[in-house]
């Protein structure tokens, strides 16, 4: 994509609606992990979102990055045809791909990449790269209420924790972030301490829910800071069941619901604590929770009641935009196809990437 191409193109666009009649269909690929997703957006509207999450997981206790980048090979074709089926678009109304160029496993980033250069390059369409982790923060904009700018983000997922501040759709930093383990992993790995297959966040939430949580209370990590710690929770955590299930052998599944539902209270305060502070150091009222770990129901709870206590105006999205999904993806990809903001053919897969 040359960019007289995209000077073009956005002419065009600023021509077309402003008499009505253009139609904007992006595709938009997710495979960064273990779900393969893809989407199409019309207008700001998400027409379709189909997610194939691979199950071959659960067996090994967490994401096998090569069986990962396996599933995604089989699934990204009838995926991307559902996608375009469900929303009634041939591959001749695009106008452009998007993809997630990363964070995540690269082998599973690569076959998303690879499919959406090759598709971009047989259409002769333009390429729109997506980090995962502001499309977890977009996926705000899917639906209506919209958090106004600049708004505060809590994204918590399986391999990331940040507090984001977000002065525009584009324009991101991170302000407070782990410096260990994800808040998603902690629930993870908390889940297969108690032997809950994987993932467990949702089984965790799950069993919480009839629990007391305050039966059992953990220390809380000390972090300078807008910083997260969630190594040393675990840690406890461990020694915790490990003298317990000593002395009664049943402990585990005979407390099984006030255990998951004290491991979340404390995940949780962790959470809020920092977003507390943020939002006192910013004094920024507009909050929003984003990623996997935003379906947690103690999460959700949590925030809104914080929330009202604190006058902010809280921002929680729809389940199926909180795990990953191409959906995301498609409107961070409608913003930068706004700003005239495509990549080229040399573009490759990143496991690691900064804003
Ligand atoms: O955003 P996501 O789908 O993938 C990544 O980008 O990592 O997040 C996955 C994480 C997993 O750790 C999963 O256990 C957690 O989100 N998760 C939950 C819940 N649903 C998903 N954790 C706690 N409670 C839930 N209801
Ligand atoms: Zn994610």
């Not at 199950?55 to 074709?77: D, F």
Request: charged fraction near 20%.
């Amino acid at each position: 994509m040359r960019a007289s191409q995209g000077i073009l193109l956005i002419l065009l666009l600023m021509l077309n609606f402003a008499n009505n009649s253009f139609v904007m269909n992006i595709l938009a690929i997710e495979s960064s992990c273990d779900e393969t997703s893809a989407a199409v957006i019309t207008n700001g509207e998400i027409r379709s979102n189909v997610v194939a999450t691979q199950l071959i997981h659960t067996q090994y206790g967490g994401v096998v990055p090569e069986l990962a980048s396996r599933a995604h090979q089989q699934h990204i074709v009838p995926v991307v045809d559902k996608a375009l089926n469900d929303a009634k678009v041939t591959k001749k109304d695009l106008d452009a791909i998007a993809f997630t160029k990363g964070p995540g496993l690269l082998g599973a980033l690569l076959v998303g990449t690879s499919f959406a250069k090759s598709m971009a390059l047989g259409l002769d369409i333009p390429l729109i790269e997506v980090n995962h982790m502001q499309a977890h923060v977009l996926a705000h904009f899917i639906d209506d209420p919209k958090p106004a700018f600049p708004f505060l983000c809590l994204t918590v997922s399986g391999g990331h924790t940040q507090i984001v501040k977000v002065a525009g759709p584009l324009d991101m930093e991170i302000i407070g972030e782990t410096r260990d383990d994800a808040v998603g992993e902690a629930f993870d790995k908390t889940a297969k301490l108690l032997d809950l297959p994987y993932p467990g966040g949702p089984l965790i939430d799950k069993y919480a829910a009839k629990g007391n949580p305050l039966a059992y209370p953990f220390p809380l990590p000390e972090m300078p800071g807008l910083d997260f710690s969630f190594s040393g929770i675990k840690t406890s955590f461990l020694y915790f069941l490990q003298k317990r299930v000593k002395e009664n052998p049943d402990f585990i599944s005979q407390n099984i619901e006030d255990i998951c539902a004290s491991i979340q209270f404390t995940l949780v305060d962790i959470l809020l604590k920092k977003l507390k502070k943020a939002s006192r150091e910013t004094g920024i009222k507009e909050i929003a929770i984003a990623g996997g770990v935003s379906a947690n129901s103690g999460l959700r709870n949590a925030i809104q009641e914080l929330g009202e206590k604190l006058g902010w105006n809280v921002y929680i999205p729809a389940f199926e935009y909180c795990t990953d999904n191409a959906a995301m993806i498609a409107i961070a990809a409608q913003f930068k196809f706004l700003a005239n903001d495509f990549c080229d053919q040399t573009v490759s897969p990143m496991a690691r990437m900064e804003f």
